[in-house]
């Protein structure tokens, strides 16, 4: 969605400010693939980790929520919702709703374990792949 968005705003030459919000997310992907390593390689450096969690928390919120919620706001008041404009509204809202339950899914794996739902998702050895 975030590809085909970046896409339509770079050949029409529309709302560039927007696609350099849009990169803006990657930045935070650095920290999210570094958690996954972590857990992937059972790395035996518990701080680590615990350091790693929370400038992970940090910033998917500056890099990732933040320029979400200020993008959809302005589009929503300020760009008219015909053509162009409706699609990415509708690009902006479903990567709302996928962000925020990314966000819900690092915050119940990270900082609340004991919410997690029973073994769905799990793989062979009973733990979770991606989202642990």
Do not use: W
């Not at 030459?13 to 059972?42: D, H, P, Q, W, Y």
């Not at 966000?103 to 792949?129: I, T």
């Amino acid at each position: 969605m975030a590809i085909s968005a970046f896409i339509s705003l770079i050949i029409t030459g529309r709302f560039l400010v927007a696609a350099v919000l849009l990169l803006l997310v990657e930045v935070s992907n650095i920290f999210l693939t570094v958690r996954m390593l972590l857990k992937m390689s059972n790395v035996p450096s518990p701080a680590l980790y615990e350091a790693n969690k929370y400038i992970n928390l940090v910033v998917y919120f500056a890099f990732r929520l933040a320029p979400q919620a200020y993008l959809t706001c302005y589009f929503l008041r300020h760009v008219e919702l015909q053509g162009q404009g409706a699609f990415l509204t509708a690009n902006l809202l479903l990567l709302d709703a996928m962000i925020l339950m990314y966000f819900s899914r690092l915050l119940r794996s990270d900082f609340f374990p004991s919410l997690r739902k029973g073994s769905a998702g799990r793989d062979v050895d009973g733990e979770k792949f991606l989202i642990d």
